[in-house]
T-cell receptor, first 113, second 116 residues
Framework: DQQVKQNSPSLSVQEGRISILNCDYT??????FLWYKKYPAEGPTFLIS?????DKNEDGRFTVFLNKSAKHLSLHIVPSQPGDSAVYFC????????????FGTGTSLTVIP | DTGVSQDPRHKITKRGQNVTFRCDPI?????LYWYRQTLGQGPEFLTY????????KSRLLSDRFSAERPKGSFSTLEIQRTEQGDSAMYLC??????????????FGPGTRLTVL
């Protein structure tokens, strides 16, 4: 069962514009979420996280928004840069252990120069 | 480079052969995780260690799979009698964590396994 879902396999955005990547989850017990970025031939690298006690977390050009009632989170990248082209995964730890991460299927972002 | 390293980066084997992968975590990290990633999917949890103890195993980890972390440092993942369905990227990650706190997991580059 896919507890974390990313329904858009790919997204293309012009350089300088906003990129919005979406993620939905089914388990209301999730209380922490992370975004990872993955370049080809590399492992995923941590980008930004958010606790369920917040509805927004910002780090430079990256902002994550959490809507608990809709079980939805989104990652905004403003302004988008060609170096942001990568696959983005959202993830949530299983609450009772905090260790097993559930990952979405990923969204491949292409930023067009 | 003090990141997570994995060896080999690529492995091609014939069905029925045994393979072993190695992961060296970030040295001060007490937790080590193994994930599997197939095409078009996100990483799927296989197992994790806290120090040398294997504390959790996914139902994805069949009897043909075994993982060890002797002395709480590096870890090995062995697959016996490989099947074509085992073809995937095997990712290792590590973190420093205490209790049930949520901590960022640092991933290695992965080992890509192809079973012919």
């Amino acid at each position: 069962d896919q507890q974390v879902k990313q329904n858009s396999p790919s997204l293309s955005v012009q350089e300088g514009r906003i990129s919005i990547l979406n993620c939905d989850y089914t388990n209301s017990m999730f209380d922490y979420f992370l975004w990872y970025k993955k370049y080809p031939a590399e492992g995923p690298t941590f980008l930004i996280s958010i606790s369920s006690i917040k509805d927004k977390n910002e780090d430079g050009r990256f902002t994550v928004f959490l809507n608990k009632s809709a079980k939805h989170l989104s990652l905004h990248i403003v302004p988008s840069q060609p170096g942001d082209s990568a696959v983005y995964f959202c993830a949530a730890p299983r609450s009772n252990t905090g260790n097993q991460f559930y990952f979405g299927t990923g969204t491949s972002l292409t930023v067009i120069p | 480079d003090t990141g997570v390293s994995q060896d080999p980066r690529h492995k091609i084997t014939k069905r029925g052969q045994n393979v072993t992968f190695r992961c060296d975590p970030i040295s001060e990290h007490n937790r080590l995780y193994w994930y599997r990633q197939t095409l078009g999917q996100g990483p799927e949890f296989l197992t994790y260690f806290q120090n040398e103890a294997q504390l959790e195993k996914s139902r994805l980890l069949s009897d043909r799979f075994s993982a060890e972390r002797p002395k709480g440092s590096f870890s090995t993942l062995e697959i016996q009698r490989t099947e074509q369905g085992d073809s995937a990227m095997y990712l290792c990650a590590s973190s420093w964590a205490s209790g049930s706190s949520y901590n960022e997991q640092f991933f290695g580059p992965g080992t890509r396994l192809t079973v012919l």
